[in-house]
């Protein structure tokens, strides 16, 4: 069933980058917030004495979502302590779990059944129950359980188990007097992602009716349709779906339910392959639309960032199940440019969407008057980049990423170091450090994008068993001091918007690539404190009038150079009408307007 297992956070460190650098500023931002605010309304619910100012936005106290990001808190530090083993972090953790221990022992005081815990009444559920309006519960509820998972799992805090299957007792009694017409319904509301830690906890527990639980919350709508393999996604929430998906994929994994494996594979090859933008993202207005109108979805509401974030966490399964650098493909991809790129260097702030209107910005939250649900799995992002860079079998270590970093294994007497300023050079060095000398094969990602590859052992070549898009193995008894260097070079190329050959983004090697337009015109202030971004009125503006290209795409390949002492910066030579552009990453690019996709015209 699972053929490859990622490493715990805890054996992989990072060493100086950029992705280095977007977790200190996670970090920063962490610590700047204040338990004891996010965890007032729950205090407030539970009749007990707070005096805390609550944060604004989806988290004000009239905010019915409020509550969700003290989930996406607690799954945050606990990622941070697992990545960085900073006792700050686990602290925290442990503070929040005890609170809301307190919280959950008040609730019956208040009316509310026992095992309740949230920082709204348990009568929103009563209105999910009647088809009244409220927003998203379940959803919310999901983010409390997860982070309870994450402070279990990473945090070692048993207490947080406690809570989570007193939670899980509640709520299966609460579903228990629902017919299963009724619960079809309820899950018109948004769920979340319920399914994926509800099997979670199954695989924990072992319980049967955690297993039950789980499978009352199976949307049959979406899953019967993925198990049919029928693509009727258009008009549907992106992002109410996705998370579906991962709990199909993990129903797999604990139950060893077949039709789920297929679920969820079919579901990701429409979304990741079908449906994607070059940077990885996916939905506009956070919604699905038809592949064949992608022109039509080129706004300031596209590739909302959680979506990003959940289809790296499906692919991470579906690899566990296959070892297909397909999926790290798309993985490396999402990760480098939307999920590296959604981070304002400035003030470690997060994108909710990403805007795909030629000529706009990136727009970001305030630190304390926005926590959209894109601020709640982004500071779960920047915590966790170490999680996928290396996999491993009984016999087998893959290098999956070529991120700077190290990677402890304890159990095989191996410590590797992986040394690069890739994307910035095509060359990664690895040394092993070895207790005794050790048969492994190590299997090295081929990417899809490189021109060629080659490979050398201790400075000897060694040949490439394989073509782009696959991995090459070496398969040797390593000694300690070992190196193997990896070259892969990159270059310029034209990716196509699906179905408008002649709308294009540039790209080098995985990175995208984008027009610097500098902050002519009126710019729109970067950090919105909108109750919703789409209300906001930067998105708005008008936007000033882009360059188009003027050439074939061999002329746009050919006329377009790189700029000496500028890593990954080009510029066009002689093809923008009415001015040449000079391209960056578009990692690096905030606080200015860009272009990602560019009319290419004869």
Avoid at 126 to 146: F, G, M, N, Q, S
Avoid at 219 to 229: K, P, Q
Avoid at 339 to 359: C, W
Avoid at 443 to 465: C, F, Q, S
């Amino acid at each position: 069933m699972i053929k490859a297992k990622p490493f715990s956070l805890k054996q992989v460190n990072l060493f100086d980058g950029p992705f280095k650098d977007a977790m200190v500023r996670d970090a920063a931002y962490l610590m700047q917030l204040d338990p004891d605010r996010l965890l007032h309304m729950f205090r407030m619910t539970a009749g007990l004495s707070s005096d805390a100012e609550p944060y604004g936005g989806w988290e004000s106290p009239e905010g019915e979502l409020r509550g969700h990001s003290l989930g996406h808190y607690l799954s945050a530090c606990s990622l941070m302590y697992a990545s960085t083993s900073d006792e700050a972090f686990k602290e925290r953790a442990d503070y929040i779990v005890a609170v809301l221990g307190e919280c959950q022992d008040a609730m019956p005081t208040q009316g509310y059944n026992q095992g309740f815990l949230s920082a709204y009444p348990e009568t929103f559920f009563d209105r999910v129950d009647r088809r009244w309006y409220v927003w998203a519960p379940y959803y919310t509820l999901h983010k409390i359980l997860a982070g309870l998972l994450d402070a279990y799992n990473l945090c070692n805090d048993d207490q947080a188990l406690v809570i989570l299957e007193n939670m899980a007792d509640w709520l299966y009694q609460r579903t228990s007097r629902l017919t299963q017409e009724q619960m079809k319904i309820s899950l018109l509301n948004e769920p979340g992602g319920i399914t994926e830690t509800l099997a979670s906890l199954y695989g924990v527990t072992g319980k049967p009716e955690h297993l039950t639980l789980l499978q009352r919350f199976n949307d049959e709508v979406l899953l019967g349709m993925m198990a049919r393999e029928e693509d009727h996604l258009d008009r549907m929430h992106a992002n109410t779906q996705v998370p579906k998906a991962i709990g199909a994929a993990l129903q797999y994994e604990v139950a060893h339910d077949e039709a789920s494996r297929k679920i969820a594979t079919f579901f990701w090859e429409r979304v990741a392959l079908a449906r994607s933008y070059a940077i990885g993202g996916h939905s506009d207005d956070e919604l699905f639309f038809p592949v064949d109108r992608f022109g039509q979805h080129l706004s300031t509401l596209s590739a909302e960032t959680c979506n990003t974030y959940n289809m790296l966490k499906l692919t991470r399964h579906l690899f566990g199940w296959e070892p297909s650098a397909t999926y790290m493909d798309f993985y490396e991809r999402g990760l480098f440019n939307h999920i590296l790129g959604s981070q304002d260097p400035e003030a470690g702030m997060v994108t909710y969407f990403i805007s795909h209107r030629p000529g706009h910005v990136k727009l970001y939250n305030t630190p304390e008057n926005s926590f959209w649900c894109c601020v709640g799995t982004g500071i779960e992002n920047h915590a966790k980049y170490g999680d996928t860079i290396y996999y491993h079998d009984d016999d087998s270590l893959y290098v999956n990423l070529f991120i700077a970093s190290e990677l402890i294994w304890p159990e095989r007497g191996i410590t590797l170091r992986q040394e690069t300023t890739f994307p910035d050079e095509d060359t990664t060095r690895l040394l092993f450090t070895c207790h005794k000398p050790t048969s492994l094969a190590l299997k090295i990602r081929y990417p899809y994008w490189a021109e060629g590859m080659t490979l050398t052992v201790n400075g000897e070549a060694v040949a490439v068993d394989g073509e782009p898009g696959s991995y090459v193995t070496i398969e040797r008894e390593w000694q300690d001091g070992d190196e193997v260097i990896i070259k892969l070079p990159m270059s310029l190329r034209l990716e196509a918007l699906p179905g408008e050959p002649d709308i294009v983004a540039f790209m080098y090697g995985p990175i995208v690539l984008v027009g610097a337009l500098g902050t002519d015109d009126e710019m729109p202030g970067p950090y919105l404190n909108d109750y919703h971004v789409r209300e906001a009125a930067a998105n708005f503006l008008p936007t000033p009038d882009v360059p188009v290209l003027k050439g074939s795409k061999a002329d746009l390949l050919t006329k377009t150079h790189a700029v000496e002492g500028k890593l990954l910066t080009f510029v066009t030579e002689g093809i923008g009408q009415p001015h040449d552009v000079e391209l960056v990453p578009f990692y690096v690019l905030h606080h200015q307007r860009y272009t990602i996709y560019w009319q290419r015209v004869d």
